[in-house]
């Protein structure tokens, strides 16, 4: 059967391919509407869909200002390489999210060699009767007072991920992030005596659910309950008005997100950022 690939005119075609499995595609679903709103500052996303049969069998949503390119949870790794080749000629890739098999394939079709973070993760969710009972009150919205402390986190969660100190660039590139994320009220902090020793995002919420990441903890603050007493007060607060919420967490943060009432699928997920 042939495959052919083109990108969608209209976005309604996407949210109803995405509409089907909305858990793992609550991202690409949110980054639709955040982008039919208007958002000040944000471009057009592209919407690229492989057809068999005029039906639609992968698609990925590709920002191409900011490098981003995100492929749908349904869909094959010919699917997504195919679509790869498609984007390869206008797309610079600077960061994807998703299944393995479909970014990998991603990766290789736009011929990404200088991949700077390759972090397998899993996706986990929950839903309001899942919950544990875990509260945090201490939890609060990061403000731009925050920043020094926040940073030094960040940098601090950065380094673990990498491996290495961060290069110039990168560290630029994380204050600009960081600074956006606060200004967008997207973090959460937990500080004791002064000292902030977590941080959370939140980098979508709409009224399909709400997605964590980057939950760290510093070290000398482990082993204390903070990381797992704060993602339950975090969780129950957005299904106060949700009706789900997902977490993208590396393998060491399992215990703490089923400890709080997360489960998680058999799937595991890569986020690749490129060197630039």
Same mark, same amino acid.
């Given at each position: 059967m042939s495959l052919r690939v083109e990108q969608l005119g209209s976005a309604d075609a996407a949210h109803s391919f995405l509409a089907g499995e909305p858990l793992r595609n609550l991202h690409l679903l949110a980054l639709l509407e955040e982008r039919a709103r208007g958002s000040p500052g944000d471009g057009p996303v592209e919407v690229h869909a492989a057809f068999a049969a005029d039906q639609i069998t992968a698609l990925v949503l590709v920002d191409p200002e900011r490098? /981003? =390119?995100?492929?749908?949870? @349904?869909?094959? %790794? %010919?699917?997504?390489?195919?679509?790869?080749?498609?984007?390869?000629?206008? +797309?610079?890739? &600077?960061?994807?999210?998703?299944? @393995?098999?479909?970014?990998?394939?991603?990766?290789?079709?736009?011929? @990404?060699?200088?991949? *700077?973070?390759?972090? /397998?993760? *899993?996706? $986990?969710? +929950?839903?309001?009767?899942?919950? !544990?009972? $875990?509260?945090?009150? !201490?939890?609060?919205?990061?403000?731009?007072?925050?920043?020094?402390?926040? /940073?030094?986190?960040?940098?601090?969660?950065?380094?673990?991920?990498?491996?290495?100190?961060?290069?110039g660039p990168e560290l630029s590139a994380?204050? &600009?992030?960081? /600074?956006?994320?606060v200004r967008l009220q997207r973090s959460r902090v937990l500080e004791i005596e002064g000292q902030l020793v977590l941080k959370v995002e939140v980098p979508f919420r709409f009224s399909l659910g709400a997605g964590l990441e980057g939950l760290y903890t510093a070290p000398e603050y482990r082993r *204390? !309950?903070?990381?797992?007493?704060?993602? !339950?007060?975090?969780?129950?607060?957005?299904?106060? %008005?949700?009706? *789900?919420?997902?977490? &993208?967490?590396?393998?060491?943060?399992?215990?703490?997100?089923? @400890?709080?009432? $997360?489960? %998680?699928?058999?799937?595991?997920?890569?986020? =690749?950022?490129?060197?630039e």
């Open positions: 490098g /981003l =390119v995100l492929p749908s949870a @349904k869909g094959s %790794s %010919s699917d997504f390489f195919a679509i790869g080749e498609h984007l390869a000629s206008r +797309v610079h890739l &600077r960061r994807s999210v998703g299944e @393995k098999a479909a970014v990998e394939a991603l990766v290789k079709a736009l011929g @990404k060699t200088a991949i *700077r973070i390759s972090q /397998l993760h *899993r996706l $986990y969710w +929950v839903s309001p009767d899942q919950l !544990g009972p $875990y509260l945090q009150p !201490g939890l609060r919205l990061a403000t731009e007072g925050d920043l020094p402390q926040l /940073l030094a986190l960040a940098e601090r969660a950065l380094t673990e991920t990498l491996g290495s100190a961060p290069t994380l204050e &600009r992030q960081t /600074l956006e994320s *204390r !309950g903070c990381a797992m007493l704060a993602l !339950g007060h975090l969780s129950r607060q957005l299904l106060a %008005s949700l009706p *789900r919420v997902t977490l &993208r967490a590396a393998d060491a943060l399992a215990a703490v997100a089923r @400890k709080v009432g $997360y489960q %998680s699928g058999p799937g595991v997920q890569l986020l =690749v950022t490129d060197r």
